[in-house]
């Protein structure tokens, strides 16, 4: 199951063949895996754009009743939200936060939070966001930043489109450090295409298309908000204009990138701040 993981630095190919390998050997009975962690084996399959796989993979091992801390119930809601099954995503994600409390594990209650928050993202925002915030709390607290990237991507746009833009943007900033920090290949374009649909949404739009052109891959393609986004950046700023700063970004290193992506936060951090700043200022003169 950890081989399959080699994904994230860019061994795709790798890792499809690791993974279809595990399902294998777990189907036979001779590779018992604990805590329902083989769930995470078919991760890869959405990487490739085929969450569908992902889907079947979590019900086949649901089956087999070895899920002690809802890691594979965790994983079947991811896939199916990614699939765009949401209705099939909500139903699995009912219960789960409280299964998740009875194991009294932190990492199974953090990511039972990001999976219950994703599925309900678009459906209940509120209650998205209580269960991203909680979850982050958790994450944080006992010092696991893996599941503290995934939160604090989908905590990004929440918080942008219903909460609290500052606090969408320090979101983001931190998944995108972890990300690149860790050499997560997959998850550092995830984390730049939530920061291109921010940015679309904060009227930044030039930054948005260039840094939708270098998140774009098999994963993100399958985000319907990136794709919203970029339909938007298309009819704003035309399909010419669009497709000269996508290609601009698509052709930067990922260093570069994420440079580029630091200052464009910090651009629009700053704007969000200045009418407060102005505001002050006036009552102080008064």
Not at 39 to 68: K, M, N, S
Not at 123 to 134: F, G, H, Y
Not at 156 to 168: F, I, T, V
């Amino acid at each position: 199951m950890i081989a399959s993981q080699c994904f994230t630095t860019g061994r795709i190919e790798a890792a499809v063949g690791y993974a279809d390998a595990g399902q294998t050997v777990i189907g036979s009975g001779r590779g018992a895996v604990p805590f329902g962690l083989e769930g995470g084996l078919g991760t890869v399959y959405a990487a490739i754009g085929q969450p569908e796989r992902w889907v079947e993979f979590c019900r086949t091992q649901l089956a087999r009743g070895h899920d002690t801390h809802t890691l594979a119930r965790q994983c079947l809601v991811l896939a199916l939200t990614i699939a765009g099954a949401g209705e099939e995503a909500r139903a699995a994600a009912n219960g789960l936060i409280e299964a998740a409390e009875a194991t009294h594990n932190p990492f199974a209650l953090s990511c039972a939070l990001h999976a219950s928050g994703w599925a309900f993202r678009d459906a209940d925002p509120v209650r998205a966001l209580e269960a991203l915030r909680r979850g982050l709390v958790i994450a944080q607290d006992s010092g696991n930043r893996g599941v503290e990237s995934h939160l604090t991507m989908v905590l990004s746009r929440l918080e942008a489109e219903h909460g609290d833009p500052l606090a969408a943007l320090d979101h983001i900033t931190l998944a995108i450090r972890n990300c690149y920090d860790s050499g997560h290949v997959a998850r550092i374009r995830s984390a730049l295409a939530t920061l291109a649909v921010v940015l679309d949404r904060l009227g930044r739009l030039e930054p948005a298309a260039t840094i939708a052109g270098f998140a774009f891959s098999p994963l993100t393609a399958l985000f319907p908000q990136l794709s919203t986004a970029i339909t938007h950046l298309r009819d704003v700023l035309g399909d010419q204009t669009y497709e000269s700063l996508a290609r601009k970004g698509e052709t930067m290193t990922t260093t570069a990138m994420v440079t580029y992506a630091y200052d464009q936060i910090d651009q629009a951090r700053t704007e969000l701040e200045q009418p407060a700043d102005s505001t002050a200022n006036t009552k102080d003169r008064h």
